[in-house]
């Protein structure tokens, strides 16, 4: 059984520019959530996906945005960086229901 | 406006002695709360959870209590043990809503 991976590690971007996280989800599971945790938080819910749509969003501006892909792994799609989006960018997935939610290791995103 | 309230960020605990982290929350529609479990460079790791019409859920050295009327619940670790050296988040959701509610997280820390 696979568990959920991200990539890349980490990575270093300018004010303004815009990133790609990537996710595969763990094996069987069809939904995928993707968090922000920044320094001294807790993880922050951003939004949902199930069956390749929205399914679930926080408190996040439009410029976060993401996909699901036919194989259930996901995309986090981060345009017009700020400085406040230095973080650590957690993927999360489960079945559809299930209480469960099983994360990857994270993303580190430094925006400078 | 943090629902979910983890107001100790440390805690250290002689190796052995019982762990005991806490947790308070504001909604009164979450029905369902998980501990999550994270070291430094890995993602959250699911730990033990509880259903609200339970007031204590017990797995191993890891006890949960549940305390409605006081929207207050506990993590106890008996005996406690260095491996348990960590920082422990307190997460809450509501059934039908797929996002997790998380705290900031408490570190602990397991002194020889």
């Known amino acids: 059984e696979t568990g959920v991976t991200q990539s890349p590690t980490h990575l270093i971007k300018t004010r303004g520019q815009q990133v790609t996280l990537r996710c595969s989800s763990q094996?069987?599971?069809?939904?995928v959530s993707w968090y922000q945790q920044a320094l001294g938080q807790g993880p922050q819910f951003i939004f949902q996906y199930y069956r390749e749509e929205e399914n679930g969003r926080g408190n996040f501006p439009p410029r976060f945005s993401g996909l699901q892909f036919p194989n259930y792994s996901s995309e986090l799609n981060v345009n017009a960086l700020e400085l406040d989006d230095s973080a650590l960018y957690l993927c999360?997935?489960?079945?559809?229901?299930?209480?469960?939610?099983?994360f990857g290791p994270g993303t580190r995103l430094t925006v400078t | 406006d943090q629902q979910v309230k983890q107001n100790s960020p440390s805690l250290s605990v002689q190796e052995g002695r019982i762990s005991i982290l806490n947790c308070d929350y504001t909604n009164s529609m979450f029905d369902y709360f998980l501990w999550y479990k994270k070291y430094p460079a890995e993602g959250p790791t699911f730990l033990i959870s509880?259903?609200?019409?339970?007031d204590k859920n017990e797995d191993g050295r890891f006890t949960v209590f549940l305390n409605k009327s006081a929207k207050h619940l506990s993590l106890h670790i008996v005996p406690s043990q260095p491996g348990d050296s960590a920082v422990y988040f307190c997460?809450?959701?509501?059934?039908?809503?797929?996002?997790?509610?998380f705290g900031k997280g408490t570190r602990l820390h397991i002194l020889p």
């Open positions: 094996s069987g599971h069809n939904t």
């Open positions: 509880i259903s609200s019409i339970k």
């Open positions: 997460a809450a959701s509501v059934t039908g809503d797929d996002k997790i509610i």
């Open positions: 999360a997935s489960s079945l559809a229901g299930g209480r469960g939610q099983y």
